[in-house]
RNA sequence: GCCAGCGUAGCUCAGCGGUAGAGCAGCGGUUUCGUAAACCGCCGGUCAUCGGUUCGAGUCCGAUCGCUGGCUCCA
């Protein structure tokens, strides 16, 4: 979203920056400053320090900001010669650094008071004009993102015009954190993960299994409509399979070590390629029966290094809704198109119409030949445009073996997860020689994709669970109703009430502790469970019911059959009500 | 993997060198009640694990496991 305000916005961050690199300084003199860009909601700057900072300190450099915007100092311009930088600079490595990399001959710094930074600016007339900021993290960062550079210590503050946009921002933050899966996965007793079975193995429990459940029928279906058959392939192939692949060599670092077994070496897949290209070549194809569409919700194994573990999104185990499309080279992009389709369907079903398209092209490192990685780019393009979908260009960003497509969906922090993912594949046909008979009756190499339309189960339930705040559309949420009777004498009428609804396949909780029916609802919308029916005297006599809604929404009486239709609407149009 | 912070009852958290605490949950009672928390009582912890310092360690130090925020990575 561009705003007219964004730009001055971004200055007065870039500004804050500054700021917060001369306080730093004046703590500690011999600090080494790295960069200090303006980011989306705020600014960092990162810093080579002699000691590691505190949670404390960045109070300390906070009121040392102050001060310096109390003192109303100036930012002045101005342009030097490299030389000139470069004395400025001599004291500060990473500065020279960067002055080296220039392109120009003169280069911009700033000044305020006695801080000078090298800058192209532009910047806020004077410190006083940064009013409402915050510091809010440390983090380390490598100099430059580079693992191999020294890890500097990042300061992120936020800073905004007004205060009220200030406290907007640090309220959103905070109501963003009550939508974090990790934390609705326990309060709704969705999933959990378990230090004694290992880091990033995910333990389904009832609830979110049947939300699980529910994704996966619906996905079959829509695959059996789409023309994809569905394939089962095992959890564990031999090592050589995988050095067949080139995954041994390529991906070791994520692969399970070898078990053995009867004197051969197995590993437990990290993808479900290699098997379906074993299922493809039992027998020989021809050009008529392609394309084929083998799909396969396939659990995989990865050895993710352990800091990037995250909840549902990051995980070591998941289960990827995987399908491998072989076809000829000129089916490509119609296939392309078809998947891409598929997957927008499936985002709007999901209720994600925010979403972004990336075109991730040739890496340094590649399979196949720049001829092919050329048209298959063009292909990728040629079906995006076709459906007119905006998308933007990660340059070199591919997989080796080939272009892709993948569309990231953002959680409730606003950190960008890949979901539906498209990728073309020249290594594999060429490893395996997986070939179909032309018309020409000569052997040709199949056009392979590989596609996911949800990304995995594991993190599509993360997004799913964030984007709507753990209270899901009926049609997938764990308990659909919750039956409060108001006395204990009223069970038996809610059993019966609860029975009738069961039979129409509705999922139902009766709620039949002697406990008071404020608190029986209160627990009901905690568990932001659609559908509260209240059933006490008035309904039992007149045989009804009482229905809330969980936006706190008081229906009133209805029979059941009503009630029955709501529901049923509901359901089928995959609505929140 | 790297930098930093953190691991105390099922959950949320207090305690930070001197005999382990609260609320919620759970269990046992009492209450039978009209749209977001009834009341009383009880149970519950080798303070992540292992090792060290100390007369004495949730409390200090080290290692390991795990979590959190970043960085890097992400077929």
């Not at 907007?168 to 905070?174: I, K, Q, T």
């Amino acid at each position: 979203m561009s705003h007219p305000d964004d730009k001055s916005q971004q200055i007065m961050r870039h500004s804050a920056a500054h700021v917060m690199a001369q306080a730093v300084l004046s703590l500690f003199p011999e600090a080494k400053l790295g960069i200090g860009p303006a980011i989306e909601d705020g600014f960092y700057y990162d810093f080579e320090l002699p000691r590691s900072l505190t949670p404390d300190d960045l109070l300390i450099i906070e009121q040392q900001m102050r001060q310096i915007i109390a003192a109303d100092v100036p930012f002045i311009r101005e342009e030097v010669d490299k030389q000139k930088a470069r004395q400025i600079f001599i004291s500060q490595h990473y500065k020279l650094e960067l002055i080296d990399e220039l392109p120009d001959e003169r280069v911009g710094i700033y000044r305020q008071g006695s801080f000078v930074d090298l800058c192209r600016g532009p910047h806020v007339g004077s410190t006083a004009e940064i009013k409402n900021f915050k510091l809010l993290s440390i983090a380390g960062a490598y100099w430059r993102g580079d693992e191999s550079q020294p890890m500097l210590q990042r300061i992120y503050g936020t800073a905004f015009q007004t205060s009220e946009e200030l406290a907007a921002y640090l309220g959103r933050v905070e109501e963003a954190a009550k939508r974090d899966h990790r934390r609705l996965g326990k309060e709704l007793d969705l999933f959990s993960i378990h230090q004694e079975a290992g880091a990033g193995l995910i333990h389904w429990h009832p609830k979110g299994a049947v939300v699980r459940c529910l994704i996966e029928d619906f996905w079959k279906e829509e695959h059996f409509k789409r023309g994809y058959d569905l394939v089962y392939t095992p959890h564990i192939f031999k090592a050589d399979l995988w050095k067949a692949s080139g995954h041994w060599e390529m991906y070791r670092d994520y692969l399970y070590p070898p078990m053995e077994m009867e004197g051969q070496e197995y590993i437990i897949k990290p993808m479900n390629c290699p098997g379906h290209i074993l299922i493809y070549k039992t027998k020989l194809r021809s050009y008529r029966e392609l394309p084929l569409r083998w799909a396969e919700l396939g659990t995989v194994y990865r050895y993710e290094r352990s800091g990037v573990l995250h909840g549902l999104a990051r995980v070591r185990g998941f289960t990827q809704d995987d399908a491998h499309i072989f076809c000829r080279p000129g089916q490509l992009e119609d296939e392309v198109v078809g998947v891409l389709e598929f997957a927008r369907f499936m985002m709007h079903t999901f209720g994600f119409d925010e979403y972004e398209v990336l075109l991730s092209t040739r890496p340094g490192k590649y399979a196949g030949t720049i001829e092919n990685w050329d048209k298959a780019t063009e292909t990728l393009q040629e079906a995006m445009d076709r459906l007119q979908l905006p998308y933007e260009i990660d340059p070199g960003a591919g997989v080796f073996y080939g272009p892709k497509i993948d569309i990231k969906l953002k959680d409730a922090l606003g950190r960008a997860w890949q979901g539906p993912t498209i990728q073309v594949d020249f290594n594999l046909p060429q490893r395996f020689q997986v070939t179909y008979v032309g018309e020409d009756g000569q052997e040709h190499l199949v056009a392979m994709i590989h596609r996911t339309v949800l990304g995995s189960m594991e993190r599509f339930f993360a997004c799913l669970i964030e984007h709507y705040g753990g209270a899901f559309p009926v049609w997938l949420a764990p308990i659909q109703v919750a039956i409060v009777p108001i006395a204990d004498r009223h069970l038996d009428y809610a059993q019966k009430v609860a029975a009738e609804l069961r039979a129409q396949g509705l999922r139902i909780q009766v709620d039949s502790r002697s406990e008071r029916m404020n608190l029986k609802i209160r627990e009901a919308q905690l568990q932001k469970i659609p559908y509260m029916i209240v059933v006490g005297d008035r309904e039992q006599t007149t045989s009804t019911i009482s229905l809330r809604l969980r936006n706190g929404e008081d229906i009133g009486t209805l029979s059941l059959g009503q009630f029955g239709m709501i529901v049923r609407s509901a359901i089928e149009a995959k609505r929140q009500n």
